[in-house]
C-alpha cells in the first residue's frame, strides 16, 4: 500500500514553477537591496540613522524569505536556521577576513603594495553597516533566491554558473566597475559563496565570508569594494603595479592573488559538497530516476 498525498492546487503549483517562484522572491528582496543601498546614500555620516535602516531593510527581506517558503514553498526555511548557523557565520567571518588579509599580505611581499600609516579607529564605522547589508541582502537574492531555486530545476552545477554570471554582472552598475573585474568576481566570489551553501544548505557560511571579505577590504584596508567609491581604512594602504596584480580601479577583487585564492577555497568547498553528496542533480534527472526507484522499492 502506498501512502497518498493530497495534489497541490493548481495556482499553488504555477506559483512553484521555478521561473514564477524566482521572480516572485526575487523582486522584493532586489528591492530591499536597492532601498538599503539608497537610504545608505541618503545618510551618509549619520552612523546611527544608517544602522537603523540597513537593520530594517534586512529584517524586512529576511520576513519575506521565510514567509515565502512557508506559504509559497511550503518548506521550512531551515537555510536560515540559527543552529549550527550561528556557529558558521562565525567561521565565515573568520575565513572571510583572513582570505582578504592574506590577498593583501602576498601583494605586499610581492612588492605590489605597501602600508603607509594609519587612520583614527573611527573611520572603520560606516564599512560595518555597508559590509551588513551587501552581505545579508546579497546572500538572500543571489544564493537564498536565486542559486537555491535555480538548483532545485535545473541542479547544482548550473546554477553555480548561472548565479556566478548574475552575481558578477550585476557589480557593472558600480562607478568604477570593469568588465573584467566583473568575471573576476564571477569567478573567485560566486564559486565561492555558491559553493558555501551547496556545502551547508544554509546561507550563513556565504554572509560570513561575504561581510568580513567586504568589511576587512574596506574598513581595514581602505580598499575599494568591487569598483565602488573608495573609503579610508584602519591602514593606509598602497598598491602600485599592474592591472592584474593590483585590480586597478575596481579593487582587489579584480586582483589575480584574491581571485586564486578565493576560487582555491571555493573549489575546495564543492569538492566537500560533492564528497559528502550535495550535490543536487536537474529536475529532469529525478523525473528519469522515479520510475526506477519505484521499481526498487516494489
Avoid at 19 to 48: M, R
Avoid at 115 to 143: D, H, K, T, W
Avoid at 159 to 166: E, G, K, N
Wanted: proline share 5%; charged share 10%.
Amino acid at each position: 500500500m502506498s501512502d497518498q498525498t493530497e495534489a497541490a492546487p493548481l495556482w499553488l503549483r504555477i506559483l512553484q514553477f521555478p521561473p514564477i517562484k524566482l521572480i516572485l522572491l526575487g523582486t522584493p528582496l532586489f528591492y530591499c537591496l536597492g532601498f538599503s543601498n539608497a537610504f545608505l546614500e541618503l545618510s551618509a555620516g549619520n552612523h546611527v540613522l544608517a544602522s537603523f535602516g540597513v537593520a530594517g531593510m534586512v529584517a524586512l527581506a529576511m520576513w519575506v524569505y521565510v514567509g515565502f517558503a512557508r506559504f509559497i514553498e511550503r518548506r521550512e526555511p531551515s537555510d536560515l536556521a540559527l543552529s549550527p548557523g550561528l556557529k558558521e557565520l562565525g567561521i565565515g567571518l573568520l575565513v572571510g577576513a583572513g582570505l582578504y588579509t592574506l590577498g593583501v599580505v602576498v601583494l605586499i611581499v610581492l612588492g605590489y603594495g605597501r602600508i603607509e600609516g594609519m587612520n583614527p579607529v573611527v573611520v572603520m564605522i560606516p564599512a560595518l553597516y555597508q559590509a551588513c547589508s551587501a552581505g545579508f541582502l546579497e546572500e538572500l537574492l543571489f544564493r537564498g533566491a536565486l542559486y537555491r531555486i535555480v538548483e532545485e530545476w535545473l541542479g547544482s552545477w548550473i546554477s553555480v554558473v548561472v548565479s556566478s554570471v548574475v552575481f558578477g554582472a550585476v557589480h557593472l552598475m558600480n562607478p568604477d566597475a570593469t568588465l573584467t573585474g566583473a568575471i573576476f568576481i564571477s569567478i573567485e566570489a560566486g564559486l565561492l559563496l555558491a559553493a558555501a551553501y551547496m556545502l551547508t544548505r544554509r546561507l550563513w557560511l556565504g554572509i560570513g565570508f561575504h561581510i568580513a571579505w567586504n568589511y576587512t577590504q574596506s574598513a581595514v584596508f581602505g580598499g575599494v569594494v568591487s569598483g565602488s567609491i573608495a573609503q579610508p581604512g584602519l591602514f593606509k594602504t598602497v598598491f602600485t603595479g599592474p592591472d592584474l596584480m593590483t585590480g586597478g580601479g575596481f579593487g582587489l577583487e579584480a586582483s589575480l592573488i584574491p581571485c586564486l585564492i578565493a576560487t582555491t577555497t571555493g573549489v575546495w568547498l564543492a569538492v566537500k559538497a560533492v564528497r559528502t553528496g550535495n550535490v543536487v542533480l536537474p529536475s529532469w534527472r529525478h523525473v528519469k530516476e522515479a520510475p526506477d526507484l519505484q521499481l526498487a522499492n516494489a
